[in-house]
């Protein structure tokens, strides 16, 4: 059973920065596409970054310009990394990575267990 394992969070001050790393433990093939997740206290998850096999990026409006998402899938490892500058208090959550995969006729979905980010004003 593949784990994805986060970590790089922490507290950070308002406009400082954080980098969080999520690595499979095992590498994963036929990705679709790997992303970061978040979900803060009282609302729903929700995607921030996401990237595909081919490279393509897309963010949530609210982190545009600050937060740069960014893989690596080598022959030995599965790793996704989320780098996230000017940090606002509006980004404390919990951040969860995740890969989706696929070989037809199956989907694959894994999920990170969670690396908390508190930003304080």
């Known amino acids: 059973q593949v784990q994805l394992v986060e970590s790089g969070g922490g507290l950070v001050q308002a406009g400082g920065s954080l980098r969080l790393s999520c690595a499979a433990s095992?590498?994963?093939?036929?990705?679709?596409?790997m992303g970061w997740y978040r979900q803060a206290p009282g609302k729903q998850r929700e995607l921030v970054a996401a990237i595909t096999s081919g490279g393509n990026t897309n963010y949530a409006d609210s982190v545009k310009g600050r937060f740069t998402i960014s893989k690596d899938n080598a022959k030995t490892k599965t790793t996704v990394y989320l780098q996230m500058n000017s940090l606002k208090p509006e980004d404390t959550a919990v951040y969860y990575c995740?890969?989706?995969?696929?070989?037809?006729?199956?989907?694959?979905?894994?999920w990170g267990q969670g690396t908390q980010v508190t930003v304080s004003s």
């Open positions: 095992e590498r994963i093939f036929n990705i679709n596409a």
């Open positions: 995740n890969v989706r995969a696929a070989t037809w006729p199956y989907e694959y979905d894994y």
